[in-house]
């Protein structure tokens, strides 16, 4: 990082905060955030984070033990706010002592702000709007991410280049009297990018597409290849058929995995209409079917009828490269950009 000073210099806040060279977070992929990736990107420099996912309490205490094992380098915990067994998720952070918690997918419970910094660990969440931006950094959030519908996976309905115009000028800019912690996401593949959102106030970023395919990345070789042939325009959010239930879109390449979500959808909506399934239980069955789906593709390497989750960045990745070198080029990129202004 000391070749790259003007990067250095726009990131100090965040990699200060992150305890980490480089602030650069890499995005929580379900079953790919595991412990060889996550410990690979904190060893290169940057900031890896477990995703949990759907893990009970046991198996987050066992990943967090291993990827302890791989590095000596801060790393953090993704949680997602509607897993029923969140508090137990955190107290195994906490008996960790894992520096960072992301909480991920809504507006965190009562109480799980606090439990998280009871527990010794910083908190950072996820804001879709400006207004709940200020919301959650009035309810105790040390840093939040931005995150634009360009991302993988989860996504919400505003890209990330409007999302920054809007939020980084009002929370990040000194000049307005706040100087809040706020990473970028969604969409970015090459530093350039990642040079323009500094310059407008970001502490850093966060990237998953980019790593999805790393050589340290346990995702199927098919995975990995369905992504090298992918374009932009490949990677395409799901529909929602029907309002009564609220599905948050998920971005991915298409392929059957996408015809099936569809079926499945109207297959709930039918247990609703016949009164078989509360409303609840029926989004929790949305929730599990996207949690198989991308096992399958990821893990067994079923790319035609799994989920292949992907950012629209992925027409960047055309290779698989170690962790470190992904890092290098980014920082690379970066610099020569503002290099040149």
Not at 73 to 85: A, E, K
Request: contains cysteine; neutral net charge.
């Amino acid at each position: 990082m000391s070749s790259f000073p003007r990067t250095r210099h726009l990131m100090r806040r965040g990699a200060a905060f992150l305890g980490s060279e480089t602030a650069i977070l890499c995005g929580a992929m379900s079953w790919v955030s595991e412990r060889n990736l996550v410990s690979a990107i904190s060893n290169a420099g940057g900031f890896g984070v477990i995703a949990c996912g759907a893990m009970t309490p046991e198996l987050l205490d066992a990943e967090i033990a291993a990827t302890r094992a791989l590095t000596a380098r801060p790393f953090g915990v993704n949680l997602i706010t509607m897993h029923p067994q969140l508090f137990e998720l955190i107290a195994v952070c906490a008996k960790h002592a894992v520096s960072h918690v992301v909480l991920a997918g809504g507006i965190p419970p009562k109480g799980s702000v606090e439990a998280i910094k009871q527990g010794g660990a910083k908190t950072i969440c996820f804001a879709p709007t400006l207004a709940l931006a200020r919301k959650l950094l009035r309810s105790g959030a040390d840093a939040l991410v931005i995150e634009g519908m360009e991302a993988g996976g989860h996504i919400g309905p505003v890209s990330t280049s409007v999302l920054a115009q809007e939020m980084l000028p009002e929370l990040a800019a000194p000049e307005s009297g706040n100087s809040h912690l706020v990473f970028v996401a969604g969409g970015i593949g090459r530093g350039e990018l990642i040079a323009g959102y500094l310059e407008m106030g970001a502490c850093g970023v966060q990237l998953g597409t980019r790593f999805a395919c790393a050589e340290e990345s346990i995702a199927h070789p098919n995975f990995k290849k369905a992504f090298f042939r992918a374009s932009a325009r490949d990677a395409v959010a799901s529909v929602q058929l029907d309002p009564r239930l609220p599905v948050i879109p998920v971005r991915a390449l298409r392929n059957k995995g996408t015809e099936h979500f569809t079926a499945t959808q109207r297959e709930v909506m039918g247990r609703l209409d016949r009164e078989e399934v509360a409303m609840a239980e029926a989004q929790l069955q949305i929730e599990h079917y996207w949690a198989g789906a991308l096992r399958r593709a990821a893990i067994d390497g079923d790319v035609e009828n799994g989920s292949l989750m992907a950012g629209q960045s992925v027409g960047m990745v055309t290779k698989e490269e170690p962790v470190a070198a992904i890092v290098a080029e980014l920082l690379a990129e970066c610099e020569a950009a503002l290099s040149r202004r």
